[in-house]
T-cell receptor
Framework: AQSVTQPDIHITVSEGASLELRCNYS??????LFWYVQSPGQGLQLLLK??????LVQGIKGFEAEFKRSQSSFNLRKPSVHWSDAAEYFC????????????FGTGTRLTIIP | GAVVSQHPSRVICKSGTSVKIECRSL??????MFWYRQFPKQSLMLMAT?????????EQGVEKDKFLINHASLTLSTLTVTSAHPEDSSFYIC????????FGPGTRLTVL
């Protein structure tokens, strides 16, 4: 069965500092990996996704993620966070095609301090 | 990107009543729609997968007679919570897929 682990429940970062959110997955085949962001009371917005090819994926809002098969990881990074990045971040794994279910991690809440 | 809407965005109902939540893909046709449930400060849990014109596939532990899903067209799926109870209070999020999932803004259900 597929699963996603986000080890960090809550992370606090100073504005302008770098950020890395961890994600580890378990999947029986080649994984298709996603990062979503959710603001309070809102739906999910896709930040980036990895299907194949270059293992370093660029997303929106200055985010990037790197797929490391040997470590079963897909960590999200941003070189300099902004106060508006404060939100909940979810890593997910699923199958290509979009018509297969996604399995989400438990999320990491990001707090930005001045 | 593709837009998915949900209606209502927020609903409060009395225990024992039924509530219908609509999920619409506004600018594309969705062959598959998904319904998720999210408890406060927790992740999204898939409830069911809905394909247009066929019965929904429910995840283990989800009562299909309590959470009725109808996917009558390629742009609309509905989730009806029947005989709602306080423990059904949650944030319900749908997604619509045309080879990629696009998420709706969610519906906050509060059952008194």
């Amino acid at each position: 069965a597929q699963s996603v682990t986000q080890p960090d429940i809550h992370i606090t970062v100073s504005e302008g500092a770098s950020l890395e959110l961890r994600c580890n997955y378990s999947y029986g085949a080649t994984p298709y990996l996603f990062w979503y962001v959710q603001s309070p009371g809102q739906g999910l917005q896709l930040l980036l996704k990895y299907f194949s090819g270059d293992t370093l994926v660029q997303g929106i809002k200055g985010f990037e993620a790197e797929f490391k098969r040997s470590q079963s990881s897909f960590n999200l990074r941003k070189p300099s966070v902004h106060w508006s990045d404060a939100a909940e971040y979810f890593c997910a794994v699923g199958a290509v095609g979009g018509n297969e279910k996604l399995t989400f991690g438990t999320g990491t809440r990001l707090t930005i301090i001045p | 990107g593709a837009v998915v809407s949900q209606h209502p965005s927020r609903v409060i109902c009395k225990s024992g009543t039924s509530v219908k939540i609509e999920c619409r893909s506004l600018d594309f046709q969705a062959t598959t729609m998904f319904w998720y449930r999210q408890f406060p400060k927790q992740s999204l849990m898939l409830m069911a997968t809905s394909n247009e014109g066929s019965k929904a596939t429910y995840e283990q532990g989800v009562e299909k007679d309590k959470f009725l899903i109808n996917h009558a067209s390629l742009t609309l799926s509905t989730l009806t919570v029947t005989s709602a109870h306080p423990e059904d209070s949650s944030f319900y999020i749908c997604s619509a897929s045309n080879n990629e999932q696009f998420f709706g803004p969610g519906t906050r259900l509060t059952v008194l």
